[in-house]
C-alpha cells in the first residue's frame, strides 16, 4: 500500500474482496495523505470481507423471523405486512441487486394508495431490514440508507377538555370507568392498563409501574414508574376493597370483552364526543401537564418515550407559558 505522489495527489493499491483496485487522494503533505489513507482504509474495513449471495425471498423470510422473535407482535405484523408489499411489487432475485431507486419507486407507488405516515412506516421497516443485511454480512452497504421519509404536517394530537371528560366520566361505569380513570391520571396506553395487576401499585410510596408479564411485553421493552396523585390513590384503595380478592389484575381480564376498541368508541358516542378514542386520554394526560406549565422533558419521561422529539407533539401547548417563563426573571435594575 505504498503512497505514490503526482502532483498534489497521491494514489495506492488495496484489495477489496481480492480484487486490485487504486485510490487517489488529494493532500498537500505525505503525513496529511498518510492520515487519508489510514482513514479510508479504516472506513472500507468492515465492508472488504467476502459477502454472502442470498436470494431476496430467502432473506426477507429470515429477517421476518429475527422480527417474530425480537420484536412485539403488532411490531412484527406491520413488518410482515410491508415486506410482503414490498417483494409482490420489486421484481428482483438477488438482494445484492437491489437499488435506492427501486425503494424510490415503491416509496412513489404506494403514496398513491395509502397516507405518508403509513408509507413511511413501511420506509421504516425497509431501512431496518436492510441495515440488517448488513450486519449480516449480505450488503456493503444499505440501499435504503439514502431514501428519505415522505414530508409530513404534523396535527396537534386530539386531546379531551375538561368539561369533555366529566361527560365521558357521567357516561362511563364499571371496567370502562376504571381504566379511563388510570389512563387520565398515568398516560398508559391501553394494553398497559390491561395488564396493570394490583402488585404494580405501591400505595405506600405512591407509585404505579409497567412491568412485562409473562405474556405482555412493555413497548420499547421498559419498565417504568410514575408517581399517584391523591385523586388516583383515593380511587384505587376504594376499588381494591371493592374487587374479588383473587383477582391479581386490577381489570380482571374476564371481564374484558375482545371487542374494547369497539366498546370504547361506542362509550364515547354515548358521551357526545367527536374524534376520540382510548389512545385520545394518553394525549390528555400528557396535555393538560404541559398546558399546566410541567416541561416537556418532565412529560417525556411520564409517558415513557425513548426521545424527547416524540414529546414534541404537545409543544405548541406550552407557548401561553413562554412569556410568563421569562416574565420571572429579575437581575436587578438595568441602566439604559
Known sequence: MKL????????????????????TIEAYTFKDAQRLQVEFLSSIKGKSSKLIDVKLQAFIKEYLSYSETNKRPRSYRIDKYALTNLFDYI???????????HIEEYKT?????????????????????????????????????????????????????????????????????????????????????????????????????????HDFTPKDYEFRAIPINAQLKAYLLKLKLSEAKDSDYIVPKTIIPNTIWVAFNKLFKKAGIKTASFHTLRHTFASHLVISGISLYTVSQLLGHSKIETTMIYAHLSKDHLKHSVDILNFGQVLV
Not at 505514490?4 to 486490485?20: A, L, T, V
Not at 421484481?91 to 431507486?101: E, G, L, M, Q, Y
Open 109 to 213: 407507488e404506494r403514496a398513491k394508495k395509502i397516507k405518508p405516515v403509513s408509507v413511511n412506516r413501511e420506509i421504516q421497516t425497509i431501512k431496518a431490514m436492510f441495515n440488517k443485511a448488513v450486519e449480516w454480512k449480505y450488503l456493503s452497504e444499505s440501499p435504503a440508507k439514502s431514501v428519505k421519509y415522505i414530508k409530513q404536517s404534523v396535527k396537534p394530537p386530539r386531546f379531551l377538555s375538561k368539561e369533555e371528560i366529566k361527560a365521558l366520566l357521567e357516561a362511563a361505569s364499571g371496567y370502562q370507568k376504571d381504566m379511563i380513570m388510570i389512563a387520565l391520571y398515568t398516560g398508559f396506553r391501553i394494553s398497559e392498563v390491561l395488564n396493570l395487576q394490583w402488585s404494580d401499585v405501591d400505595f405506600t410510596k405512591n407509585l404505579i409501574s409497567v412491568n412485562p408479564k
Open 4 to 23: 505514490e505522489k503526482r502532483g498534489n495527489k497521491w494514489s495506492f493499491r488495496y484489495s477489496d474482496n481480492g480484487e486490485q483496485k487504486r485510490k
Open 91 to 101: 421484481k428482483v432475485a438477488n438482494i445484492k441487486d437491489f437499488t435506492p431507486r
